[in-house]
């Protein structure tokens, strides 16, 4: 999915392919059986949940029998992950969240965005990260890496990362010098990727932080810009289309696709065994909308000793972290109660830690573990390969 | 009405009715092509008891009632300002009784959800509804549909064993053996007449299926897709009419398609099939429909492009971008018996034809799926939903093609709902219609459930 422009009048031909079906509130498979679609209809049982209602409640707003609402307004953030899976299930394969973005423009424009919304929204616009702190975290991790802002090889740390996991960053980068590769990092001068004002319906100001970032990439005198948050990468990949002028001469790529590589090519050695049981969670922005499914799980098939185990629903089916984009900061308690379920399918399969590759997932996870007081060891997914350098 | 809502979150809690207005429009329509019909209220009772206090109170405010299964329904069966049941909060139940082969399973269950459950416990059902795979137990059994199984088991109605439904008098029965108390549900016909049939089919107007009981079968683990193609409609009905006559235990499902329609010179027909059973059984049912396909002129065997159920679920419906974007489909399938298939394809032709449909971007498409002893055949419309003009027509064509169908070749629609309550052949039931109308108005004298659906005027 591109979103060139988002806009409900030009979405009316995606809306009128859903056949109001139902396929997006549950699904089957062979061998697989019956199973949700969509992790807050499953919690809620509404069906203004469901990728169905989106399109119903998007036609009556376009035939003048629905008005935006307040109450409209905070409904179509409490409820949508934006995970793409009643895409995914669609027998026509209507482009939900496109009408989700579509539907949340219009409430912005309006001046109906939700009070926590707005919040995430007014730090972006001060502090260019959605925490709302200072930009001597930018620095302060720009120091520790000890890269240079120009290179070959740009690592885009994003803001969970560098806000939240800092160690992260500088697993990676320990992995991409070990590889031999010359490695930048803009520091200060990498923004927010502009994700959040993507899904919380402000297209211009998205823009806006792409046009900055694309800048500063092409000052960088990157050819390939590294994105280990998989919104990040997702939204850094968006940019070309997003762009008047494109975002051409750089490649994006995600971490675990370059790692991938690096370690099938022999430049990255794993020697010491990691005896555990893990299973792979898909970050939505990771598999569903970019569709990397295969590399995650070749990496972890490297580790010496490490035994990787499916959950039932993996890969295209994965449910959701209930991160979301802003599902997180607006619906927190239905956001842990989604990540629950999908910790209860990593016990059901038999894991002893559950392995992602996105900072979102892995706060949602965290954050989920506390509440529940349940214990399931979270890696993240380079934190595991650091473990088996040699 | 204010007092109604009230009344209804003290039921059920404030958190389980919503009087959002674009909560209603999620609920003002399912896979048809009337116009949305905005619901008073969404509400979404948590058992049985609460069921029961919801139709008490729709009676004491003369406010209909409409139960939300899978929200697939083809037929309309939205009624303005009714009170939408939605059945997600209910606990869903399936319990398999391997006394008597039957499970007895909530009807917000779906179809694909029992067929899971049972499957992990050796059984199977029969048949799956075609109502896709959001659709409920309950919407299966009210709408009384065909689907994959039927080519063996027949409709649902006929697997149905027993009941359990609120009526619109608030009053709990229980049909079949599961009347008398503590004797279980395991036999459909035991004291008195069959009223299990009353509420099948009946589109919900007689009260709330809350529990159906039906057959099982031990799934088998011999299965066979076989695929031919046909250059001739009749030597195509006569495969399909001299498979059925066979009565085989092994045919699964059997789906007869046209490539291209109206049928001319030129189109091929494929027929499809699968086989379930054990492995002597499904060897014999080969050996047979083998034979018949060669005899009766096939011209080459060919891969299905059906290979599981989910595939035919999928195919046979809402996949409707194969046919261009926007499309709606709109199917008009009933019962007849195979051998009247060439008539009705060269009817529906002519109407098609008639009706110049091509000009208002609306697609015809022929197919017939086997049900034990006759065919469901479905002619279906698929029409432009962005364009009006395409969406007017359908709705003209359908009513041109039912009826003629009706008059001409025999056939028997028993999908009607709201979309059709006033075409012809409904009008022409004499006696039977004022005595299922007079037996409405005895069970539901307040006419709080789906009224409109099946009688036009609604009384």
Same mark, same amino acid.
């Given at each position: 999915?591109r979103?060139?422009k988002?806009?409900?009048e030009?979405l009316?031909?995606?809306?009128?392919?859903?056949?109001?079906?139902g396929?997006?509130?549950?699904?089957?498979?062979?061998?697989?059986?019956?199973?949700?679609?969509?992790?807050?209809y499953?919690? +809620?049982g %509404?069906?203004?949940?469901?990728?169905?209602?989106k399109?119903l409640?998007?036609?009556a707003?376009l035939e003048?029998?629905?008005?935006?609402?307040?109450s409209?307004?905070?409904?179509?953030f @409490?409820?949508?992950l934006?995970?793409?899976?009643?895409?995914?299930?669609?027998p026509?394969?209507?482009?939900?969240v496109?009408?989700?973005l579509?539907?949340?423009?219009?409430?912005?424009?309006?001046g109906l965005?939700?009070?926590?919304i707005?919040?995430?929204?007014?730090?972006i616009?001060k502090k260019?990260?959605?925490?709302?702190?200072g930009?001597?975290k930018?620095?302060?991790?720009?120091?520790?890496?000890?890269l240079?802002?120009?290179?070959?090889?740009?690592y885009?740390?994003?803001? %969970?990362?560098t806000?939240r996991y800092?160690e992260v960053a500088?697993?990676?980068?320990?992995l991409?010098?070990?590889?031999?590769?010359?490695?930048?990092?803009?520091g200060?001068?990498e923004?927010?990727c502009?994700i959040i004002?993507?899904?919380?319906g402000k297209?211009?100001e998205y823009?806006?932080?792409a046009?900055?970032?694309?800048?500063?990439?092409?000052?960088s005198?990157?050819?390939?810009?590294?994105?280990t948050?998989?919104?990040?990468y997702?939204?850094?990949r968006d940019?070309s289309?997003?762009?008047?002028?494109?975002?051409?001469?750089?490649e994006?790529v995600?971490f675990?696709?370059?790692?991938?590589?690096l370690?099938?090519?022999g430049?990255i050695?794993?020697?010491?065994?990691?005896?555990?049981?893990?299973?792979?969670?898909?970050p939505?922005h990771?598999?569903? +909308?970019?569709?990397?499914?295969?590399?995650?799980?070749?990496v972890? $098939?490297?580790?010496p000793?490490?035994r990787?185990v499916?959950?039932?629903?993996?890969?295209?089916? $994965?449910?959701?972290?209930?991160?979301g984009a802003t599902?997180?900061? +607006?619906n927190?308690? @239905?956001?842990?109660?989604v990540?629950?379920?999908?910790?209860?399918?990593?016990?059901?399969?038999?894991?002893?830690?559950?392995?992602?590759?996105?900072?979102?997932?892995?706060?949602?996870f965290?954050n @989920?573990?506390r509440? @529940?007081?349940?214990?399931?060891?979270? +890696?993240?997914?380079?934190?595991?390969?650091?473990k088996?350098l040699? | 009405m204010?007092?109604?809502i009230?009344?209804l979150?003290?039921?059920?809690?404030?958190?389980?009715?919503?009087?959002e207005?674009?909560e209603k429009?999620?609920y003002?329509?399912?896979?048809?092509?009337?116009?949305?019909q905005?619901?008073?209220?969404i509400?979404r009772p948590?058992?049985?008891?609460?069921?029961?206090e919801i139709?008490?109170?729709?009676?004491?405010f003369?406010v209909?009632?409409?139960?939300y299964?899978?929200?697939?329904?083809?037929?309309g069966?939205f009624?303005r300002?009714? /009170?939408?049941?939605?059945q997600?909060?209910?606990?869903?139940?399936?319990e398999v009784?391997? !006394?008597?082969?039957?499970?007895?399973?909530s009807s917000?269950?779906?179809?694909?959800q029992?067929e899971? *459950?049972l499957?992990?416990?050796?059984?199977?059902?029969?048949?799956?509804c075609?109502?896709g795979?959001?659709?409920? /137990?309950?919407?299966?059994v009210?709408?009384?549909?065909?689907g994959?199984?039927?080519a063996r088991f027949?409709?649902?109605?006929?697997?149905v064993?027993g009941?359990e439904v609120?009526?619109?008098?608030?009053?709990?029965?229980?049909?079949?053996?599961?009347?008398?108390?503590?004797a279980?549900?395991?036999?459909r016909y035991?004291w008195?007449?069959?009223l299990?049939?009353l509420? /099948?089919g009946?589109?919900?107007?007689?009260g =709330?299926?809350? !529990?159906v009981?039906?057959?099982?079968?031990?799934?088998?683990?011999?299965s066979?897709?076989?695929?031919?193609?046909?250059?001739?409609i009749?030597?195509?009905t006569?495969?399909?009419?001299?498979?059925l006559?066979? #009565?085989?235990s092994?045919?699964?499902?059997m789906?007869?398609?046209?490539?291209?329609?109206?049928?001319?010179? &030129?189109?091929?027909?494929?027929l499809?099939?699968?086989?379930?059973?054990?492995? &002597? !059984?499904?060897?014999?049912? #080969?050996?047979?429909?083998?034979?018949?396909s060669?005899? &009766?002129?096939?011209?080459?065997?060919?891969l299905?492009?059906v290979?599981?159920?989910?595939?035919? =679920?999928?195919?046979s419906?809402p996949?409707?971008?194969?046919?261009?974007?926007n499309?709606?489909?709109?199917?008009?399938?009933?019962?007849t018996p195979?051998?009247?298939?060439?008539?009705?394809? !060269?009817?529906?032709?002519?109407?098609?034809g008639?009706?110049?449909?091509?000009?208002?971007?609306i697609?015809?498409?022929l197919?017939?799926f086997?049900c034990?002893?006759v065919i469901?055949?479905?002619?279906?419309?698929?029409y432009n939903?962005?364009?009006?003009f395409s969406?007017?027509?359908?709705?003209?064509?359908?009513?041109?093609i039912?009826e003629?169908?009706?008059d001409?070749v025999g056939?028997?629609?028993?999908?009607?709902?709201?979309?059709?309550?006033s075409?012809?052949?409904?009008?022409?039931?004499?006696?039977y219609? *004022?005595?299922?109308?007079?037996?409405?108005k005895l069970?539901?004298?307040?006419?709080?459930?789906n009224p409109g659906?099946?009688?036009?005027?609604?009384y």
């Open positions: 999915m979103l060139v988002v806009d409900l030009k009316k031909g995606e809306m009128y392919n859903c056949v109001r079906c396929y997006c509130r549950e699904m089957v498979y062979p061998q697989m059986g019956s199973f949700g679609v969509c992790p807050l499953e919690m +809620y %509404y069906q203004s949940y469901t990728g169905k209602g399109v409640i998007g036609l707003l003048g029998r629905l008005s935006m609402s307040k409209l307004a905070e409904h179509l @409490a409820s949508c934006t995970c793409k899976s009643c895409t995914a299930h669609c026509n394969e209507v482009d939900v496109s009408i989700v579509a539907l949340r423009e219009e409430a912005a424009r309006r965005l939700p009070e926590e707005r919040v995430v929204d007014s730090n616009d260019k990260n959605p925490f709302g702190e930009e001597e930018r620095v302060e991790l720009a120091s520790t890496l000890g240079p802002e120009t290179g070959e090889v740009l885009f740390a994003g803001c %969970y990362v806000y800092p500088r697993a990676e980068v320990e991409l010098k070990r590889a031999g590769l010359n490695v930048a990092y803009l200060e001068d923004w927010c502009g004002k993507k899904f919380e297209p211009s823009r806006k932080l046009e900055h970032n694309v800048e500063a990439i092409k000052a005198g990157a050819e390939t810009v590294v994105a948050c998989p919104g990040c997702h939204t850094l940019y289309e997003i762009l008047e002028r494109g975002a051409g001469g750089f994006v995600h675990t696709q370059l790692l991938e590589k370690l099938r090519e430049r050695k794993l020697e010491n065994p990691v005896k555990k049981t893990v299973t792979y969670h898909d939505c990771l598999g569903r +909308y970019e569709e990397i499914y295969e590399q995650p799980r070749s972890l $098939a490297s580790i000793g490490l990787l499916e959950m039932r629903r993996n890969r295209r089916n $994965a449910w959701c972290c209930g991160g599902h997180y900061v +607006y927190f308690d @239905a956001s842990i109660r990540a629950l379920t999908r910790l209860d399918e990593a016990e059901e399969a038999g894991a002893e830690a559950l392995v992602t590759s996105c900072p979102l997932c892995l706060t949602v965290r @989920a573990l509440r @529940a007081g349940a214990k399931m060891e979270l +890696y993240y997914l380079s934190e595991l390969v650091r088996s040699g | 204010e007092e109604l009230s009344l979150k003290d039921v059920v809690g404030a958190g389980n009715v919503s009087v207005d674009f429009v999620c003002s329509r399912g896979a048809n092509a009337d116009l949305p905005e619901p008073l209220a509400v948590r058992s049985k008891e609460d069921i029961v139709v008490r109170l729709a009676n004491r003369r209909p009632i409409m139960v299964g899978g929200g697939s329904n083809v037929v069966a009624s300002g009714c /009170i939408v049941l939605e997600s909060g209910i606990p869903k139940k399936i009784d391997e !006394e008597s082969f039957t499970v007895t399973v917000n269950v779906t179809w694909t029992l899971s *459950e499957n992990r416990k050796g059984w199977m059902a029969a048949p799956l075609n109502g795979i959001s659709a409920t /137990i309950g919407g299966g009210a709408l009384c549909n065909n994959v199984r039927s027949g409709l649902i109605g006929d697997q064993v009941l609120i009526l619109p008098t608030a009053e709990i029965i229980r049909t079949g053996s599961g009347a008398y108390p503590g279980g549900n395991f036999v035991a008195g007449p069959d299990t049939g509420f /099948i009946s589109h919900g107007l007689f =709330v299926i809350t !529990e009981t039906l057959k099982i079968y031990e799934l088998p683990e011999e066979m897709y076989l695929g031919y193609d046909f250059d001739d009749h030597k195509l006569r495969v399909m009419h001299g498979i006559r066979k #009565r085989l092994a045919l699964e499902w789906l007869a398609i046209a490539g291209g329609f109206p049928v001319t010179e &030129e189109t091929t027909f494929v499809m099939m699968r086989l379930l059973g054990a492995k &002597e !059984e499904v060897e014999y049912a #080969r050996r047979v429909v083998e034979e018949i060669l005899k &009766e002129g096939r011209v080459s065997g060919i299905p492009v290979k599981n159920t989910r595939d035919l =679920v999928e195919w419906g996949n409707t971008r194969i046919f261009g974007e499309m709606m489909l709109m199917p008009l399938c009933s019962c195979a051998p009247r298939f060439p008539k009705l394809a !060269e009817v529906y032709g002519r109407v098609v008639e009706l110049n449909l091509d000009r208002y971007d697609i015809p498409t197919t017939a086997g034990d002893n469901v055949a479905s002619p279906t419309l698929y939903q962005s364009k009006s969406w007017a027509k359908a709705l003209e064509a359908s009513r041109r039912v003629e169908l009706a001409k056939f028997a629609p028993h999908y009607v709902g709201r979309t059709k309550t075409y012809r052949p409904f009008q022409k039931l004499g006696a219609y *004022e005595l299922v109308k007079r037996i409405k069970l539901d004298p307040n006419n709080i459930m659906q099946l009688f036009i005027p609604a």
